[in-house]
């Protein structure tokens, strides 16, 4: 029984129909008095016990707790740990064996006991009816034991108090049990005074050498002990009090040499961190932790920065104090290390600091690897956006990430750096100077590219008036400047939405400059036969502009106003295309921060929804004519159930929406979608997908399943949240992948006819 | 029931060499088979992927992984919530120092062809991913004991004995 306990112990996977037979043979284990065996069951019990299991053998494992053998006793222990973490409710069954283990550490019975157990086992044997050949067996095994009268199985531990691998288990099924039930923690509280003194010894009067590890006593268990004070000092001002003497001595004399020590001093820090500690004490753990970023080991220092992080908010300033250490962590070679201190650095980012941070932040930018570069470039232009002293050096800022790592920055990186230059009026000339030598430089950087585009049609009056204190005078050519804009429009490396910026460029610098516009003209004539339909639109709007409205042309093209941010776009939008609209059949382009064109499901019913202008009618609700005739006083009317609705047909497969719209929560809709399948052929792997214009709100829960089985099986429902508080008009598009027939398919439609109940 | 996140559990141990054999999967959370293979497959990955310079710290899915190489064996633990990745690293080299005293100088051989005696030390010194001891003494101890009852047992019997028929 013993090797068939080996066997099942190493498939460590429940559902096997193994564990179906294992209980019976389980629980005889357990109670045979065998300590070999009974130890191989419990530890076939912690890995593989399933809920049930747990449930039945319980009570054996709670017996087995309080036998004598500290051998099988600490297997025991942590047995039920594992059992209370499969079955909580088992807590309240091994909450009181607990309370016992502890007080006993502290009377010593522990030493007599093994003797004890030796000869009733003794006894046992004798008594036992087995097999002979299972006799034969047990015999064997107490042959051995019984010639070794001083040193039954295994050896006692001398030490009066303590036997460590009980205490260890014991602390374990503690916390545990804490964890898992209020109750557990209240009663607990109360034996933090004698957690602290076990504690304590261990700390100062040292162990014994063989549960040392590098001259620190039992790391071990202190951690394990540090542990449970940080759980029941949680929010217990009390407790946290009782341990605070404690926790300053244990981190001020554990010896950090080795790892062992830096184990037990973190998990000092972690528990001062988590509980009411006194502030000389916080201030003591992040000064650890300041002294752990100058170790030689690396992974020292990785646990420094991940926890440093965690404390920047509540400690911010502690913290601070060791910012020049973080910056210079910076410069680690390990990509994982020099992640969180640049997430480290960013956090720390005030506005005392700013200049200096942004400057290592910025050289870092320039030489970090780039999967972090995208993180740095979004992470300094959050920080400047914030703390920006001057808007000329948050120009100058962002101009220097767009010039170093412009591909790595978010879309609206070039959206923000507009808007800041417009509404730097003073600054107009030195922005337009800037970019436009940036530009002339590199062509490349896409961002960079198109901010340069626009403020250089912007503003091309002021770059070609020559001077401005804060740069050095430029001599700028208004060839020079065409012959620039037209490069960026040719060039291959050009994205459609810059050449977009660099065509209304020149437009604009039509009216700016004084030349005549024949080379403007020209350009804008060859686009319009360009293969790209957004390009070829403008240019012939543009070219119209020239031959048949070019009274209208400089009031168009004038300096647009500081647009609102994040207000709706509509009237710049309004501005530009009103106009446009009288002049040309094309519908109205799109403006200059709408860059990227991409179909997206939500995009398409975004645009589209921005072409109604007005609101539609609100129908009158429908019982309420009836009410007021009546002239009744009664409840509202329950809203008319709104009919369900076939949105899909495809081989049998069919999709319906069903709508309800709760009473008491107006803006709510819920629909039930519904799968079904009257087909020959199963289908598998049935995903569905929503989106709703932006100004719904749509939440999906789990769907029942995945598969719908063939002829009329199961079908699979899914429940919709939508959100709509302004009532605006509903529309849904879905995107359905499923496996049928063998064949993979994908639809994507939009959903007509939704009854105007479903949104008004 | 008590909303903080868990405390430290150990969710499995690996095993397994440079060329990405796995010598040794323990698991103390129930997982199915299929799941398993996957999880050791892409954390293989990743772990083989490391530079020699780089921490023993990674985060891998939502869990932490601590990993350190002895020679040619990665010993892989992967622990969730939010702790003691140093004492994990404590506990790794607890192990291969166990390993070390029962098979004298422990190489990757000795784990492939006695790997049964791997999981028993491994069973002695850590239960359902908390450490049961720490005293490397007694669980060695323990390990001997086991040999010597397994010993006694080596004489042939029939398959009826075997069962108790006999």
């Not at chain 2, 029931?1 to 060499?17: G, I, K, Y």
């Not at chain 2, 450490?131 to 029939?158: F, G, H, N, Y």
Request: glycine share 4%.
């Amino acid at each position: 029984m013993g090797t068939q306990c080996t066997g099942t112990g190493s498939w460590p996977n429940c559902s096997t129909s193994t564990c179906w037979a294992t209980p019976p043979t389980l629980d005889s284990d357990l109670s045979q008095g065998i300590q070999p065996v009974q130890g191989l069951a419990l530890c076939t019990l912690s890995t593989m016990g399933s809920a049930e299991m747990c449930r039945d053998l319980a009570p054996e494992v709670e017996k087995l707790l309080l036998q004598p053998s500290p051998y099988v006793r600490k297997k025991a222990i942590l047995t039920a740990v594992h059992m209370i973490r499969k079955v909580p409710e088992l807590s309240s069954v091994f909450l009181p064996p607990c309370v016992h283990l502890l007080h006993e550490r502290h009377h010593g019975k522990a030493v007599g006991l093994p003797i004890l157990c030796f000869s009733s086992v003794d006894r046992r044997i004798e008594n036992r009816m087995g097999t002979p050949a299972h006799r034969r067996r047990v015999a064997h095994t107490h042959r051995h034991t019984r010639n070794r009268l001083s040193c039954p199985w295994p050896p006692p531990f001398t030490s009066p108090t303590l036997t460590p691998g009980i205490l260890l288990g014991t602390i374990t099924l503690i916390t545990e049990l804490c964890e898992r039930s209020p109750a557990a923690l209240k009663h607990f509280r109360k034996v933090v005074p004698q957690l602290v003194q076990i504690l304590r010894t261990l700390v100062t009067t040292g162990y014994s050498t063989e549960h040392s590890i590098s001259g620190v006593s039992d790391p071990f268990l202190q951690v394990q002990i540090l542990r449970l004070l940080r759980i029941l000092g949680r929010n217990h001002e009390e407790s946290s009090e009782t341990m605070n003497d404690l926790l300053a001595q244990v981190a001020t004399n554990t010896d950090t040499s080795r790892n062992a020590g830096n184990a037990v001093l973190f998990e000092t820090v972690l528990t001062i961190m988590d509980i009411h500690s006194a502030a000389g004490l916080r201030v003591l753990a992040v000064n650890i932790l300041g002294r752990f970023l100058l170790n030689s080991d690396r992974n020292i220092r990785y646990v420094a920065l991940t926890s440093l992080l965690r404390l920047v908010q509540s400690d911010h300033s502690a913290v601070q104090r060791h910012r020049p250490t973080v910056v210079d962590c910076l410069q680690e070679t390990d990509a994982s290390l020099s992640r969180r201190a640049l997430e480290l650095s960013l956090a720390l980012v005030n506005s005392s600091n700013v200049r200096a941070m942004m400057q290592e932040l910025q050289a870092f930018l320039e030489s970090c690897p780039p999967d972090l570069r995208a993180d740095c470039a979004s992470g300094i232009l959050l920080a400047a956006e914030r703390f920006a002293p001057t808007k000329r050096w948050h120009i100058d800022t962002i101009l220097h990430v767009l010039t170093t790592a412009g591909t790595h920055v978010r879309d609206d990186a070039v959206a923000n750096l507009t808007q800041l230059i417009g509404g730097a009026q003073e600054l107009h000339a030195y922005s337009v100077r800037r970019l436009y030598n940036a530009l002339a430089e590199d062509i490349s950087q896409q961002p960079l590219v198109q901010v340069a585009a626009w403020c250089i049609g912007e503003y091309g009056d002021l770059l070609l008036e020559g001077n401005c204190e804060e740069i050095e005078p430029l001599q700028v050519d208004e060839e020079e400047v065409l012959a620039l804009l037209e490069k960026v429009l040719q060039s291959h490396m050009s994205l459609p939405a810059t050449r977009g910026y660099a065509l209304t460029a020149l437009m604009k610098l039509s009216t700016r400059l004084q030349g005549d516009n024949n080379r403007i003209r020209q350009v804008v004539s060859i686009y319009r036969s360009c293969l790209d339909v957004e390009l070829q639109q403008r240019a012939v709007e543009y070219d119209t502009l020239f031959r048949k409205y070019d009274h209208m042309r400089a009031a168009i093209l004038e300096k647009m106003p500081l647009v609102e941010r994040d207000g709706p776009q509509a009237d710049e939008e309004a501005k530009q295309s009103k106009e446009a609209a009288q002049l040309s059949e094309a519908a109205p382009a799109p403006t200059e921060s709408q860059a990227s064109q991409l179909l997206d499901l939500l995009d398409l019913l975004d645009r589209a929804s921005g072409d109604a202008q007005h609101p539609p009618p609100l129908d009158p609700s429908p019982g309420g004519a009836l009410v007021y005739l009546l002239d009744l006083p009664c409840a509202p009317p329950p809203p008319a159930p709104i009919p369900d609705l076939k949105v899909f047909e495809r081989e049998g497969v069919q999709l319906n929406l069903s709508f309800i719209r709760p009473p008491e929560n107006p803006a709510l809709l819920l629909i039930t979608i519904t799968a079904t399948n009257s087909s020959e052929g199963d289908v598998t792997n049935f995903i569905c997908q929503a989106a709703v214009p932006k100004s719904l709100q749509l939440q999906l829960q789990a769907p029942s399943g995945n598969t719908v089985p063939a002829r009329g099986g199961l079908p699979i429902t899914q429940l919709f949240r939508i959100l709509n508080p302004n009532k605006a008009p509903l529309r849904l598009k879905l995107r359905l992948t499923y496996n049928h027939f063998h064949q993979s398919v994908q639809e994507i439609f939009e959903v007509n006819n939704l009854p105007v109940e479903s949104w008004q | 029931m008590l909303e903080e996140s868990r405390e430290e559990l150990m969710r499995f141990m690996l095993l397994f060499s440079r060329q990405g054999k796995l010598r040794l999967q323990k698991w103390y959370l129930a997982t199915s088979d299929k799941e398993r293979k996957k999880m050791v497959r892409e954390l293989m990955q990743v772990v083989l992927a490391r530079k020699p310079k780089m921490c023993s710290f990674l985060e891998w899915r939502d869990l932490k992984v601590v990993y350190k190489r002895y020679a040619s064996l990665y010993f892989c633990c992967a622990i969730e919530g939010q702790d003691n990745e140093l004492i994990t690293l404590e506990l790794i080299h607890r192990y291969v120092e166990l390993l070390d005293k029962y098979f004298g100088s422990v190489c990757e051989l000795d784990i492939i062809f006695n790997f049964e005696k791997a999981y028993f030390i491994l069973d002695e010194f850590l239960m359902g991913g908390d450490v049961q001891d720490t005293s490397k003494k007694s669980v060695l101890k323990a390990i001997e004991q086991a040999d010597l009852l397994q010993e006694e047992d080596e004489s042939p019997r029939s398959v009826l004995e075997e069962m108790g028929l006999a």
